[in-house]
């Protein structure tokens, strides 16, 4: 990543402005929905229940993970996004670990679960991710579920 100072943000949906959460869906939006051409409910009402955390760049958000908290299994991390004037810079790294830590402070000592786009497979593998399913298609998009084992337990490769 390049030396672009950035900050993190975590906070609940109703600690947001109304023009910050209105600039945070709309970006969830229009990668999720325009970018990606899938048509599906992206308000899908977990967002009232969830973390969300923003990777901020001059006031701006320049990446974004949502972290849902367990309800039978694991917190999962999703709605993961970098916006696109910051693809390339190594920032989904960035957000990726951030969303790791603060998985581990909110939901300690738990494996971590989410549902990746198929291709993106290596990327979370590499953040010690391991895939826990086949890969199936989610709107039609192929996802594999991942889980990440608790910090302090044995790390599959």
């Known amino acids: 990543m390049t030396a672009t100072a950035y900050s993190v943000d975590v906070r609940r949906m109703e600690a947001f402005s109304a023009l910050e959460l209105y ?14 051409a899938c048509a599906y409910p992206e308000l899908d009402g ?51 670990r951030a969303a790791i830590d603060a998985c581990g402070t909110h939901f300690p000592g ?26 199936y298609v989610e709107d039609s998009i192929p996802h594999v579920d991942m889980v990440r084992p608790a910090e302090g337990h044995e790390r599959a490769s």
């Open 46 to 96: 977990k967002d009232a229940d969830a973390l969300h955390l923003r990777l901020l760049i001059d006031g701006e958000t320049a990446a974004y993970a949502r972290l849902v908290k367990p309800e039978d299994d694991f917190p999962r991390i999703g709605r993961v996004i970098v916006a696109p004037d910051h693809r390339g810079s190594g920032l989904g790294s960035v957000l990726m």
């Open 110 to 135: 738990q494996p971590i679960a989410l549902s990746a786009q198929s291709h993106l497979e290596p990327f979370y593998r590499s953040l010690g991710f391991v895939p826990t399913s086949a890969e």
């Open 23 to 36: 600039a945070l869906l709309k970006l969830r939006v229009d990668v999720f929905v325009v970018e990606q």
